[in-house]
């Protein structure tokens, strides 16, 4: 998070000609330290789009041998915006409802279908967005046509002049989605099973680097323990990262004694170096 902050003030710095344009903040995530995230890309204004092109230009400028995507989805944003009477507002969004709002600089009114063609924001995610900015009361800074609780593709939005609230700054959350569909809850679990196959292989290798050697028993024992503050590891499930970490050569069973699971370092490791990587990486913050 040190690293990504120093990067936007070299940033800014080699470009001094923005400071009075939209500002930008870049979080650059490392893949194998965080979460598995889907990339799910959308059509952001034109305003921010320069921004962000820019940015990419000078990281990788920087940083060479490597690869920017974006998660516009977690994303979030503050907009200024004056509604009727001259009321003037700060609207704290996610990155969806500002592409959203930002239409609406150009256009009084748009259709459902028009926002899907210009935003691409995939259908699940604009109709809670769209909900979140017609359908809950004091935050709703859109209207909708007609006035119905759910979001279609018949729909028509419009600038609510009318919008006020006692508050300057007016967060705008995101409509809750609804319950998940088995492909969805499978696809959710199998996510959830590959992040903890990580955890799990960074556990092990930690305490074997510490310990060196040790039991099959207690090296189970203490994986489950480091874990627990995270979830409850399943002692299958560490029997098989063990198995894992053995094929791959992290680690090696002791040739007298086959219950005793002995460290090798990784200066002698013969596979891939992609696991050594992720598995040092998982456990930074």
Not at 120 to 132: G, H, N, T, V
Not at 150 to 163: L, R
Not at 173 to 183: L, N, Q, R
């Amino acid at each position: 998070m040190k690293t990504s902050l120093d990067t936007m003030q070299g940033f800014y710095a080699r470009h001094p000609e923005l400071g009075d344009g939209p500002t930008l903040t870049v979080q650059v995530l490392t893949t194998g330290s965080w979460p598995s995230l889907s990339s799910v890309a959308c059509n952001l204004p034109v305003e921010m789009l320069e921004l962000c092109e820019k940015f990419q230009s000078y990281y990788l400028g920087i940083h060479t041998g490597r690869r920017l995507t974006w998660q516009t989805n977690m994303g979030t944003a503050d907009l200024k915006a004056t509604f009727g009477k001259g009321q003037r507002h700060e609207l704290h969004v996610s990155t969806y409802q500002m592409c959203v709002l930002m239409l609406f600089n150009d256009a009084d009114r748009l259709s459902y279908n028009e926002i899907e063609q210009v935003t691409e924001i995939p259908a699940s995610d604009l109709k809670r967005c769209l909900q979140s900015l017609a359908l809950v009361k004091g935050r709703n800074v859109l209207r909708k046509e007609p006035m119905t609780k759910d979001v279609s593709e018949d729909d028509a939005f419009f600038f609510n002049d009318n919008f006020s609230s006692k508050l300057y700054k007016v967060k705008i959350g995101t409509v809750v989605a609804t319950k998940e569909s088995e492909p969805e809850k499978l696809e959710t679990r199998q996510k959830v099973q590959e992040d903890r196959k990580l955890q799990i292989d960074s556990a092990i290798v930690r305490i074997m680097k510490a310990r060196k050697q040790l039991d099959h028993n207690n090296l189970i024992a203490e994986v489950t323990k480091l874990l627990q503050s995270r979830f409850l590891a399943n002692v299958t499930d560490v029997k098989k990262r063990i198995e894992s970490l053995i094929e791959r050569e992290f680690m090696e069973r002791d040739n007298r004694d086959r219950k005793l699971v002995l460290y090798r370092y990784f200066k002698g490791f013969k596979g891939n170096s992609k696991h050594s990587k992720q598995l040092s990486m998982v456990w930074l913050r």
